[in-house]
Each structure stands twice: as structure tokens, then as C-alpha cells.
Nanobody, 121 residues
Framework: QVQPVESGGGLVQAGGSLRLSCASS????????MGWFRQAPGKERERVAA????????YYADSVKGRFTISRDNAKKSVYLQMNSLEPEDTAVYYC??????????????WGQGTQVTVSS
């Protein structure tokens, strides 16, 4: 399977913003719903946001609702995560993957290397 490539992470102060990008070379990218996940040290990977293939529906975890925005550009085979009002609790490695949007946003694609987001207080 084709691995996505995540980028855009970094170190930011609480209250700041970052925009993550996920690029895919998958031929059928535009047919898949996509999701962002994150994994903090010592914790399980958790879903953060998801978007349908046509961008007509989105999902957000309660912890990020109102602060994060997921979007995609099928022509560029990319999905984005705009993160505003960042909190130290958002510190994690962020990953993207194709997901089954109607089955609990279950990841169905490959995982990339992820991108580290660190929010200082």
C-alpha cells in the first residue's frame, strides 16, 4: 500500500496555530475518506478528524471540535488539518490515513511516519 507523507508539525506555544498536510500518491485518493489521528507518549492512537471523499461531511473528536478544521484537495491528493488555539494536551505525533467514514472512521490505509506536534505551556 502507498504510504502517506505527513508534514507541517513543529513546536508552538499554547494558543498558537499549525497547519498539517498529508500528501498521498495513491491513484484512488479521491475515492477515499481520509482521517487524522494522533498518538501521545504512553497513549493509544486516537482519531482526531475525518472527511468524506467529496468533503460533504466531516467529523471531529470532542477534544478538538471548534479548534481544528480538516479539509482536502483531491487534485493535489492532499488532506490538511488546520489547528488553532493549540493546547499542551494536543502534543502528539499526528498521522493521516484513509478511513471507513461510516464504520467509526476506522483506518483502512497505510500509516506514514507522522509529524510531531509539540505545544508548550
Amino acid at each position: 500500500q502507498v504510504q502517506p507523507v505527513e508534514s507541517g508539525g513543529g513546536l508552538v506555544q499554547a494558543g498558537g496555530s499549525l497547519r498539517l498536510s498529508c500528501a498521498s500518491s495513491a491513484r484512488a485518493f479521491s475515492l477515499y475518506a481520509m482521517g487524522w489521528f494522533r498518538q501521545a507518549p504512553g497513549k493509544e492512537r486516537e482519531r482526531v478528524a475525518a472527511i468524506t471523499s467529496t468533503s460533504d461531511n466531516t467529523y471531529y473528536a470532542d477534544s478538538v471540535k471548534g479548534r481544528f478544521t480538516i479539509s482536502r484537495d483531491n487534485a493535489k491528493k492532499s488532506v490538511y488539518l488546520q489547528m488553532n488555539s493549540l493546547e499542551p494536551e494536543d502534543t502528539a505525533v499526528y498521522y493521516c490515513s484513509a478511513v471507513d467514514y461510516y464504520r467509526d472512521y476506522r483506518p483502512v490505509g497505510s500509516w506514514g511516519q507522522g509529524t510531531q506536534v509539540t505545544v508548550s505551556s
